[in-house]
């Protein structure tokens, strides 16, 4: 079995949820964005969205729930930086509030109860596998699995005060763990930017305040006695709050393990890593202990397998050498190395605007190497001595390089996949789309990566700068550094291979500034302090020196930090995976691409990814013609826009007043009743139908208002929603104060029972939900007041946003080689504009539709292949084939009648609504007699909707007002939502819902009974 697979205390804290794991849990609510956010009334979306889907057999009533809401919303406030949870953050903090509350309230009923689950779990385990039961000394350590980059210092940020709001024990110290200085002054940084107190750990006491203050120690500091500069472990105590970072590092059973566990024994422990299971597999003698350890102390699990199949970070592309090469092989495959470097670079400078909105970072290439400074061997010497002579190579000897580059992007390289397909096949997608050929390229390589348009290479040992070397080319500025620490045998090998390195006075780091948006530097070659304490969103491009043999968790840590990407909106998501992407000739930029100087490393470093749960094999890439159906073009089919320039935002500003306009007034209605039960008042059952409604005593229970505080919440409210155009003033608050016709506030009569000046607290927090409301009502009126007077219809035209060139298709080669065949074949009729090939497997369908305005369409289940322009889903699958099939059935009916599909993308489409947006998947169009009728389809599940009160299904109304205001009698608007989310479900969660009641809001089933008869009363709907 695997580690993974043995994670009890993970699978007891998902079966509180009535659920067996994350993916059960999360797939209704884990792609939605808006779910990051905190609504008004100050609770996170996520707690709606899991609310929703809790039932009979759960552990964890909705009021618990929304008071572990409470907390981690209140301890994210508390924190400088402004942080949106992703859907596995969330659920970790979740799951420690459970647990810490659980722990906190009784041992001993926590330890029954994980036992008794204990051996439900064991029933499913072999004998050999089995799980043996907690003691109440296992109870006090958590761990967390994070993958790098998945925000794991946030996370113990949060920790920190989540185990001090439960805990009422005694505790001596609060300790972080680091396994490195490095790390320790990044942690130190990263406490200071979020307001928490921290310093480096000395033997100087600080008095009372101790405890609250965090201390920082690397791990090697801790010894059995006292030294001159190490700690006796025993000088701490065993009662600490222990925070270990890097937790994998010793946990193998060694002297590092002991002592940490030391400081805890009775006291409390978080553990951080990203390679559990490599530090665990990689254990020799006491490899069943550790795995009983862990299995029962690891809370969350979100290594990388998840974060990688969620779309979290860069792809990546292993571009392996399979056997020794010869040298010219060799050339050709560090030549397409760097050219896929240079192609990465060149995208980021030609095509700045784009990079901005995806939050790319100026391309790096880094070669590492696997032992440390100190003691680096002539072997890894030898191996960064050769990176050297090639780049040397390379610069100097110009007609040899640009014949090799002709090579590679001719797939000539010689280097063959197991398919007998040459690995750089479609990795220049962007260069071939540029028409640039290879002498220009070499010049533009020598400029935009070595900084010089000729020359030679040097070394410089920049004294003054802890070992480094600089690279440059002539007088051009440095390129890159080498930053191992100078030995005299690095100098010696430098010698023997002809290098030029000289030695000059340098104070300003090359290193140390390879993040600032001023760095030249664009190859970074060093050791593995890169896999921790150091970190940068501008890795692209790696190289493994000398790694991957015996190292499986450093390269794991190194590979995580050069996946790390920000993602549009800083969703830390490819744009491929959630449809916003970028086209295919740019997502090389949202790739990490590896190469390795020994074959035998690169298989190594293959199945380090697969023990993560990441199957790798070759990539097979190809892209894909995409015909355009121009019958459309005579017959000014309408879309809707709205006028260029005419943005809300850029052309006024308003400012924030009272007002009894009751379109915004009605709206600012909020509901106390779950608060209240969670503060512990009693509330009767019927509250949903027989709410008490409140109004504030303006000159008693307002006069204690915080008319500061008031107006900072809203300051900081309207940032977050990005009101940039509206002004507020402080004085506008007093005109609030005074009247109480703008608002409905239900709540229980003793909510706002004044016992003891905190209860006013509760006056203050309603009373800012309120005014958050009233200014989010406030801004959407504003906004449609100006906006409706400035839409528009335009002509479809050729440069329309949603019109899609190509598509680009990757899948791995290993298990794929019929799809394969097939996309070569498809790929060639398209060329020759024929759309009659289709592939139709169970994974992967091409196909086309008659109405669609481009073909063919694709769609595939295997999360292993990747298409962009995003495909369609199934629900979007479906929708297309139901309506060709409608057509075909009712042909006498249409006879006369034209209609049009298309796709609208997200983003660049046809958007609604100011908050996030809704871009309805599909717009059709209908031309019958004089008449256009244009309506929006979106194909979607509804099972997190609010039925009732859903602004994707009020749009079947309001786009009616925008019809109307348009005044073009000839062209009629209409939205629908194909739920394929079945009625019996919703009936789950709401109550006494119909199908008529759905189809009054244009919300039609393709699923069930009317699964045959939906686009027929669409179309009725539409027409009649």
């Known amino acids: 079995m695997k580690f993974n697979e043995k994670l009890v205390l993970n699978s007891y804290m998902f079966s509180l949820f009535g659920v067996k794991d994350l993916e059960e849990l999360s797939r209704s609510f884990k792609e939605e964005t808006r779910n990051e956010k905190v609504d008004e009334e100050g609770v996170s979306m996520f707690y709606y969205a899991i609310s929703s889907r809790l039932f009979d057999d759960t552990k964890i009533d909705k009021i618990k729930l929304l008071e572990y809401d409470e907390n981690i919303v209140r301890h994210t406030k508390n924190l400088k930086q402004a942080i949106k949870w992703k859907y596995f953050q969330y659920l970790t903090l979740l799951f420690t509030e459970i647990y810490l509350d659980m722990y906190c309230s009784s041992k001993e009923t926590l330890l029954k109860n994980l036992n008794e689950y204990v051996k439900e779990f064991n029933e499913a385990l072999p004998k050999k596998e089995k799980i043996a039961p907690f003691e109440l000394k296992n109870l006090n350590k958590l761990a967390f699995w994070n993958a790098t980059g998945s925000g794991k210092t946030l996370l113990m940020h949060i920790n920190i005060m989540q185990f001090n709001h439960y805990n009422e024990s005694k505790i001596n110290k609060t300790i972080l763990i680091t396994p490195n200085a490095g790390l320790s002054s990044q942690h130190l940084k990263e406490f200071e930017s979020n307001g928490l107190e921290a310093e480096m750990f000395s033997e100087e006491s600080r008095g009372l305040f101790e405890k609250e203050m965090i201390e920082v120690l690397e791990i090697s500091k801790l010894k059995e006695s006292k030294g001159e500069t190490t700690f006796a472990v025993d000088s701490f105590g065993d009662d600490n709050l222990v925070f270990i970072d890097e937790g994998h590092r010793g946990a193998k059973g060694e002297e590092w393990k002991t002592n940490r566990d030391a400081l805890s024994a009775n006291g409390f422990a978080f553990e951080y890593s990203a390679t559990f299971g490599q530090a665990i597999a990689s254990a020799t003698k006491k490899r069943g202990e550790l795995t009983q350890e862990y299995s029962k102390s690891i809370l969350f699990d979100y290594s990388y397998k998840y974060f990688k199949n969620d779309g979290f970070g860069k792809d990546y592309t292993i571009l392996n050498l399979k056997e020794e090469p010869s040298k010219e092989l060799e050339y050709n495959y560090f030549v397409g190395a760097l050219l896929s470097f240079y192609q990465q670079k060149k995208i980021f400078r030609d095509n700045p605007k784009k990079m901005r909105t995806y939050n790319i970072e100026n391309p790096l290439m880094i070669f590492v190497g696997g032992k440390v400074s100190q003691s680096l061997s002539k072997q890894e010497g030898s191996d960064i001595t050769n990176i050297l002579k090639f780049l040397e190579k390379f610069i100097s000897q110009k007609e040899l390089s640009k014949q090799s580059i002709r090579k590679v992007r001719e797939n000539r390289s010689g280097i063959l996949t197991a398919s007998n397909i040459d690995i750089f096949t479609g990795k220049f997608d962007y260069l071939s789309s540029i028409n640039i050929d290879e002498n220009a390229i ?583």
């Open 442 to 1024: 070499y010049q533009d390589m020598l400029e935009l990566i070595f900084n010089a348009g000729s020359g030679i290479l040097h070394l410089e040992e920049l004294k003054g700068c802890d070992g480094e070397i600089g690279l440059k080319v002539g007088e051009g500025d440095y390129f890159g550094v080498i930053n191992i620490g100078i030995t005299n045998d690095f100098k010696k090998l430098c010698v023997e291979q002809k290098l030029d390195l000289r030695t000059k006075d340098f104070n300003e780091s090359l290193f140390l500034n390879i993040n600032e948006k001023k760095s030249k530097i664009s190859m970074l070659i060093g050791s593995r302090k890169f896999t921790e304490g150091w970190s940068s969103w501008r890795v692209s491009t790696m190289g493994l020196l000398n790694m991957g043999k015996s190292e499986g968790a450093q390269v794991i840590q190194l590979f995580g930090r050069g996946v790390r990407l920000k993602g549009c909106d800083m969703s830390l998501k490819r744009s491929t995976f959630y449809g916003k992407g970028l086209e295919a000739k740019y997502l090389n930029m949202e790739i990490l691409n590896i190469f390795g100087l020994k074959a035998n490393y690169m298989e190594e470093f293959r199945k380090y990814l697969e023990n993560e749960g990441v199957q790798n094999s070759e990539t097979f890439d190809i892209n894909l013609p995409v015909l355009r159906d121009d019958r459309y073009k005579d017959k000014h089919l309408k879309v809707l826009r709205l006028k260029d320039g005419k943005q809300y935002k850029e052309n006024k500003i308003d400012e924030l007043e009272y007002t009894q306009n009751s379109a915004i007034t009605k709206k600012v209605v909020i509901n106390l009743y779950a608060k209240a039960q969670v503060i512990g008042l009693s509330v009767s059952s019927d509250y949903a139908q027989n709410a008490d409604t409140y109004k504030f005593d303006t000159r008693k229970e307002l006069s204690f208002l915080d008319k500061d505080k008031l107006f900072l919440d809203l300051i900081a409210y309207k940032n977050e929603k990005s009101y940039f155009n509206l002004n507020i003033n402080k004085r506008a608050i007093d005109a609030f104060t005074q009247n109480s016709d703008w608002y409905v506030l239900e709540a229980p009569k003793d909510y706002f029972f004044i016992s003891k000046f905190s209860d006013f607290e509760r006056i203050q927090d309603a009373f800012s939900v309120l005014l958050k409301k009233y200014v989010d009502e406030f801004y959407k009126y504003h906004k449609n007041s100006f906006e409706k007077d400035f839409m528009e219809y335009r002509e479809l035209d050729d440069n329309d946003a949603n019109f899609v060139e190509e598509y680009k298709v990757s899948c791995e080669e290993e298990g794929n080689s019929d799809l394969i065949e097939k996309l070569k074949i498809l790929k060639e009729r398209l060329s020759n504009n024929d759309l009659e090939y289709k592939i139709d497997l169970s994974y992967f369908k091409s196909f086309v539709s008659s109405k669609h305005l481009y073909n063919p369409l694709l769609f595939k289940e295997q999360k292993k292949i990747k298409i962009s322009p995003i495909e369609l889903n199934k629900g979007e699958m479906n929708f297309v084939e139901d309506l060709e099939l409608y057509l075909e059935k009712n042909r006498a009916t249409y006879e006369n009648d034209e209609l049009f599909l298309l796709r609208n993308k997200s983003k660049v489409g046809i958007g609604f609504f100011e908050d996030g947006g809704f871009y309805p998947d599909f717009i059709m169009w209908i031309k019958k007699d004089d008449k256009q009728y244009i309506t929006f389809i979106d194909p979607k599940g509804i099972r997190n909707s609010n039925p009732r009160n859903d602004p994707k299904m009020e749009l079947a109304t309001s786009i009616k007002d925008i019809e109307a205001e348009l005044g073009d009698t000839n062209t009629v608007l209409n939205s629908f939502i194909l739920s394929n989310t079945s009625l019996s479900t919703l009936n789950e969660l709401h109550t006494n819902l119909t199908h008529q009641f759905f189809e009054n809001k244009n919300v039609l089933f393709q699923v069930g009974s009317h699964k045959n008869s939906y686009i027929g009363v669409m179309f009725d709907k539409i027409l009649s």
